[in-house]
């Protein structure tokens, strides 16, 4: 269990979130749980599915996690889903299954057939609809029921997805939720990232981390039922759109700061006559003298942007330098946390 000084990332189990996972150091591994969540455009065949137990094995290992099955919630038989548990359990997962108030039966049953020992943990994903529902509390004590599980057993965590201007102040979200102490954990997820960098002019930009903000001045200002732990969409806008092919996407490095983002935007890949893979290394090289930058040490995603900009390796691609910046996004949340909870303390 753990409560709001903790930081739960929702990522997608793509290559770029996986390596960023995988590469994390140990101390910001121990203080975050991620949300990982099979991409929205997935198949919905058994045989992907029954592929992620080794993978996030590798990738994450024995630490816990929430799963949400994504396009697997439905289709999926219930021959499959007890296979995908025996699988993570074998392999040693320490998965936390991932259900919502429109999950179906088969999953549902499936969760509740895996309560079968002490200890053992759910989640509830409720959304924004969810929320503001009036029939909520019968809603939750019928998932609960279906379930077999307690609140004392049952993460409770709030996905707003985009995030909105009404978000600022979270108080009034939070007295929505029935029973608001007796879930085992709290957490409040949402995203202000752009959903692409399409009309960014090249160079230089600022964008404010909405999400972190409003939680930031919430739990520090507000009186609130419960203080929830905070959770994003990282350097990622809340709902992707599946990618075209031939895209000609910039060449562009986002980077984490304390309540914004730096974006360091170049142009077009493919455009005729441009620097094309070339201007990653001069980004890199610019975006270490900005102020931002928190040194090669900080994180596998820093010392990539460092060694890049040294040309100790080629300029790399989009998928790599999105790795870079989830695992920097990943390290500097976590450790911005931990600092405010140390000076709040002091």
């Given at each position: ?11 997608r189990w793509?290559?770029?979130?996986q390596?960023?996972?995988?590469d994390?150091f140990?101390?910001?591994?121990s203080k975050?749980?991620?949300?990982i ?5 997935g198949?919905k065949s058994s045989?992907?599915l ?8 590798k ?6 996690f ?6 697997f ?7 499959t ?12 997962l320490?998965?936390i299954?991932?259900?919502g108030?429109?999950s ?6 499936a969760?509740a057939n ?5 200890g053992q943990e759910?989640c509830i994903?409720?959304y924004?609809?969810d929320?503001?529902r009036?029939?909520l509390n ?11 599980f307690?609140?004392?057993a049952?993460n ?6 985009v995030?909105?201007?009404?978000d600022?102040?979270?108080a009034p979200l939070l007295?929505?939720?029935p029973?608001?102490?007796?879930w085992r954990?709290?957490?409040v997820v ?9 009309g960014v ?11 972190w ?7 520090k200002?507000h009186?609130?039922?419960r203080k ?8 990622l806008?809340?709902k992707?759109?599946?990618?075209k092919?031939?895209?000609?996407v910039?060449?562009?490095?986002r980077?984490?700061?304390f309540d ?10 493919r455009?005729?006559s ?5 201007q990653y ?13 928190c040194?090669?040490?900080?994180s596998p995603?820093?010392r ?5 900009a040294?040309k ?10 999105l790795?870079?910046g989830?695992?920097?996004?990943l390290?500097?949340t976590t ?6 909870f ?5």
């Open positions: 269990m753990f409560d709001h000084s903790h930081y739960v990332p929702v990522l793509k290559q770029a979130e390596h960023a996972l995988r994390l140990p101390w910001v591994k975050l749980t991620p949300l969540e099979a991409p929205e455009w198949p045989g992907p029954l592929k992620y137990p080794a993978s996030l094995l990738m994450w290992g024995t630490a816990p929430f799963f949400d099955f994504g396009p919630s439905s289709g999926i038989s219930a021959d889903l007890e296979e995908f548990f025996a699988e993570s359990m074998s392999r040693g320490s998965m299954p991932t259900v108030l429109a179906n039966a088969v999953l549902l049953d969760v895996e309560n079968k020992e002490d759910a994903r409720l924004r609809d929320i503001n009036s029939d019968a809603a939750l004590e019928e998932l609960l029921d279906r379930l077999r307690q609140e004392s049952v409770l965590l709030i996905d707003l997805k995030h909105q201007p009404s600022s102040v979270l007295f929505q939720i029973k608001i102490t007796k954990t709290l957490t949402s995203g202000s990232f752009r959903e692409n960098l399409t002019p090249v160079g230089r930009h600022e964008f404010p981390r909405n999400e903000t409003a939680w930031f001045t919430s739990v200002n009186a609130l039922p929830p732990t905070f959770g994003d969409y990282a350097i806008h809340p992707l759109v599946k990618p092919p031939n895209l000609n910039s060449a562009s490095i980077y984490t700061s914004y983002w730096v974006v360091m935007k170049g142009e077009g890949l455009n005729k441009g620097a094309g893979f070339a290394p001069a980004n890199a090289d610019l975006l270490m003298m900005q102020p931002e930058f040194g090669a040490w900080f995603g820093d990539y942007i460092s060694e890049i040294l100790k390796k080629p300029t790399g691609n989009p998928k790599t330098w790795q870079a989830i695992s920097h996004h390290a500097f450790d911005q946390m931990t600092k405010m140390v000076s709040l303390r002091g």
